[in-house]
């Protein structure tokens, strides 16, 4: 069964809303040192870029990644039919149920306009526009050309969360959890998913093995090798599954559309 990798106690409260649904060297002082299923907690200081998407209520259902002081870059999935108005962005907490931190309204959303095409996972990026400065710390995200290397199957990245913990688990504790994951070849991700895999809009990452992987509820969150954002958590086949890694929208495909939308 192929998943979205978003939180299914939020789908329940976003479709009133009518929301539609989830290497070089290792980084180093980004490094959770765990395993999101199989996760490490990890705190918000060491990545303050990160944030959650959520309903009008508080609700949150997908993550993102601050790229510029009022945009966040998430899963189009997460934000394709919804009113930016229902839509929260909460950044500056380790824990989703402690205080402190921003809660900034959206006040615009954009999802790429071929988002479905030529496959139901395809071209799943969104960039969400907040009323007010979200982190003093941003993402960079990879150029077309000098970039490329970070997609190299073997780079060690880092994925966040607030997501389920295990597959047909229960919701997630609120706590920030990180893991570390290699890049995988396209063909080894081809081999997974057949002609649903697009290799010039996707990417692969986590182990043959299975065991470590994003789950429900981290849909949106980032990718990062050496502080870019190269990819952004999509869909899969279960979580944690042996032979069905993560796959991840490739943010370098879309470079040039991202930044216009960043500078908008």
């Known amino acids: 069964?192929?998943?979205?990798?978003?939180?299914?106690?939020?789908?329940?409260?976003?479709?009133?809303?009518?929301?539609?649904?989830?290497?070089?060297?290792?980084?180093?002082?980004?490094?959770?040192?765990?395993?999101?299923?199989?996760?490490?907690p990890v705190s918000i200081e060491r990545f303050p870029w990160m944030v959650a998407v959520a309903t009008e209520s508080g609700q949150p259902f997908c993550g993102g990644s601050v790229v510029a002081p009022t945009k966040v870059l998430t899963a189009a999935h997460c934000a394709e039919k919804a009113k930016a108005n229902d839509l929260r962005v909460i950044a500056g907490r380790t824990n989703l149920e402690s205080e402190g931190g921003t809660v900034a309204k959206v006040v615009r959303t954009w999802s790429h306009p071929k988002f479905h095409d030529p496959t139901p996972y395809a071209n799943d990026v969104a960039v969400l526009t907040v009323d007010q400065p979200l982190s003093k710390s941003a993402l960079r995200l990879p150029a077309r050309d000098r970039d490329r290397r970070y997609y190299e199957a073997g780079r060690r990245g880092v994925i966040l969360g607030w997501g389920r913990t295990s597959e047909g688990g229960d919701a997630s504790p609120r706590q920030l959890m990180g893991a570390v994951v290699p890049v995988l070849s396209d063909r080894m991700c081809e081999k997974a998913y057949g002609k649903e895999y697009v290799p010039e809009r996707m990417m692969c990452a986590g182990y043959e093995s299975g065991g470590i992987d994003a789950c429900q509820g981290d849909s949106g969150g980032p990718l990062v090798v050496d502080d870019r954002v190269v990819g952004i958590?999509?869909?899969?086949?279960?979580?944690?599954?042996?032979?069905?890694?993560?796959?991840?929208?490739?943010?370098?495909s879309y470079s040039r559309q991202l930044q216009q939308e960043i500078s908008d």
Request: some cysteine; aromatic content about 6%.
């Open 1 to 40: 069964m192929v998943r979205w990798v978003w939180s299914t106690v939020a789908a329940t409260v976003v479709a009133a809303l009518s929301v539609v649904p989830a290497t070089a060297a290792t980084p180093t002082g980004d490094d959770p040192g765990g395993r999101i299923v199989n996760g490490q």
């Open 233 to 252: 958590i999509s869909w899969g086949t279960g979580c944690a599954r042996p032979g069905k890694p993560g796959v991840y929208a490739k943010v370098l």
